[in-house]
């Protein structure tokens, strides 16, 4: 039997030396509980009201201007400004005190989901049923798509050039649209024998639309012409307006609290909005920093952040070129490249936490986890670290400390065994830029589904942190 002292110095050493995770409920005040939950309850509203990365930027400009951002191309007065980017991404920044040739602080996250588009020939009708084709963006699992309730959003683009902003299936009295699932009493050969991933294929993601007939029973195409005269009736639509329309499909449903306690929050999008909303809450907080800060909102990221609202285009680097004739400096070649690479970054994205249903496919030791808190993400990639922006011990020492300091509760996370899968973020491309960039954001369970999970005591967790990011020194 070890003596009472050795028993005390076992456990003095243990409480100083070992790393201890902490359930975030476990450190919080009455207090602090209670803005949890006030958060959450404003972050739902948030999910509900921007489900694509065109109503998330339409959320944002309207946030930044009731707490007096400005746009950066109107007007150059006062210390707080946006800029959009063809209305899929956005970014927000307060000048400090600091001259911008010193480095920025900057919390990128992006505004896509996974989900299905629909095509641009779409409309069909097969069998006396009217059909809209779709194409998934971004990492599925098809089989979530089929027997639910889907919600069109998206802008079309008309003949004579008028705009039309589409929100179908939100409303309790709209309409919604689904794509049919085969039943179990026939699914023996085409699904239930076949591989997982081949049992539901892409192209028979389309969705169920009418099956009321055009009255002239000698018309061909009856139930897509019946649709045709409808959408031109309502819409002033014809045929060829899907040729320049983005239409998402996205679930029908609203985010809800889960759980007895209700501690847990389920929505569909909450990668990457939750760090969004999280990074949004963060700025707005900030009236006259040291350091100039930034909240960046990009687009594309779940399907390799191309395209020129992505996190590879160079919108940011003009966005920085603007803030330097904002805040009066004199502009000399190469501020621009100088500011970003003293730029300091989170990379702000969402990682999957421990499934207690797959545990087989995490390592428990370094798994995130829902409740932890904050999840530092070091590397991302696949492989041996293939395509990650792997964060250096120096900038991963100044975030912890900083985050202990402050109190914000964190902990790391990878994205699976070392052999078993993995995936990417946008801090590779900000990295190029040669500034300091880490993954930091919410752990999720049922990530990529149409009905993801968050705690409520990390997404908290999230916002602290991105403030204390803005705020230290
Ligand atoms: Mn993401
Ligand atoms: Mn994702």
């Not at 939100?170 to 997982?196: G, S, Y």
């Not at 990009?298 to 590879?312: L, M, Q, R």
């Not at 690479?341 to 249903?357: E, H, M, Q, T």
């Not at 990529?448 to 990390?458: I, L, M, N, R």
């Amino acid at each position: 039997m070890p003596t009472k002292k050795v028993k005390e110095k076992t456990e003095e050493l243990s409480k100083r030396l070992t790393l201890k995770n902490e359930l975030v409920w476990d450190k919080l005040g009455v207090k602090e509980r209670k803005e949890v939950f006030s958060f959450a309850e404003n972050y739902k509203e948030f999910l509900d009201r921007a489900k694509t990365e065109r109503e998330a930027v339409n959320e944002i400009i309207n946030f930044a201007r009731k707490n007096d951002f400005r746009d950066i191309n109107d007007s150059l007065e006062g210390n707080k400004f946006f800029k959009v980017n063809r209305n899929k991404g956005i970014a927000l920044a307060v000048l400090g005190e600091k001259p911008l040739t010193e480095g920025v602080r900057i919390v990128c996250s992006h505004l896509d989901s996974p989900r299905l588009d629909l095509k641009q020939n779409p409309l069909y009708e097969k069998t006396d049923l009217a059909f809209l084709k779709t194409h998934y963006y971004g990492g599925i699992k098809k089989y979530h798509w089929v027997s639910r309730s889907l919600a069109l959003h998206g802008k079309i683009v008309k003949k004579d050039g008028t705009e039309l902003d589409l929100k179908i299936g939100e409303n309790p009295d709209d309409p919604v649209f689904t794509i049919t699932d085969l039943l179990p009493h026939l699914a023996k050969k085409v699904q239930f024998e076949k591989k997982f991933s081949e049992a539901i294929i892409g192209e028979n993601l389309n969705l169920l639309s009418g099956s009321i007939p055009f009255p002239d029973q000698e018309a061909k195409e009856r139930m897509k012409l019946q649709i045709l005269e409808f959408l031109n009736n309502k819409y002033g639509l014809i045929e060829e307006d899907f040729v320049s329309a983005e239409i998402e499909i996205v679930p029908a449903e609203k985010a809800r609290d889960i759980g007895w306690d209700r501690s847990l929050i389920g929505a569909y999008g909450q990668d990457d909005r939750v760090c969004t909303y999280a990074s949004l809450e963060a700025i707005v907080n900030m009236n006259s920093p040291k350091t100039t800060v930034i909240s960046l909102f990009v687009d594309k990221e779940e399907i390799g952040s191309d395209g020129n609202t992505g996190a590879k285009s160079r919108f940011l680097e003009v966005f920085i070129d603007e803030l330097i004739d904002a805040g009066g400096m004199k502009k000399k070649v190469g501020d621009v490249r100088k500011i970003l690479w003293n730029a300091k970054a989170i990379s702000a994205d969402v990682n999957g936490a421990l499934d207690p249903d797959y545990e087989s496919v995490h390592e428990k030791r370094n798994a995130a986890r829902l409740g932890f808190g904050l999840c530092i993400t070091k590397f991302t990639g696949s492989g041996g670290k293939y395509s990650s922006s792997d964060a250096s011990a120096e900038y991963l020492g100044w975030i912890r400390n900083m985050f202990n300091k402050n109190k914000v509760i964190w902990q790391t996370g990878e994205l699976g065994k070392v052999d078993e899968g993995g995936g990417g973020t946008i801090a590779k491309y900000l990295a190029s830029y040669g500034m300091e960039i880490v993954d930091c954001g919410t752990s999720l369970l049922g990530m990529h589904s149409p009905f993801e999970v968050s705690s409520k005591a990390d997404v908290y967790m999230t916002y602290r942190g991105y403030e204390t990011f803005f705020m230290e020194d």
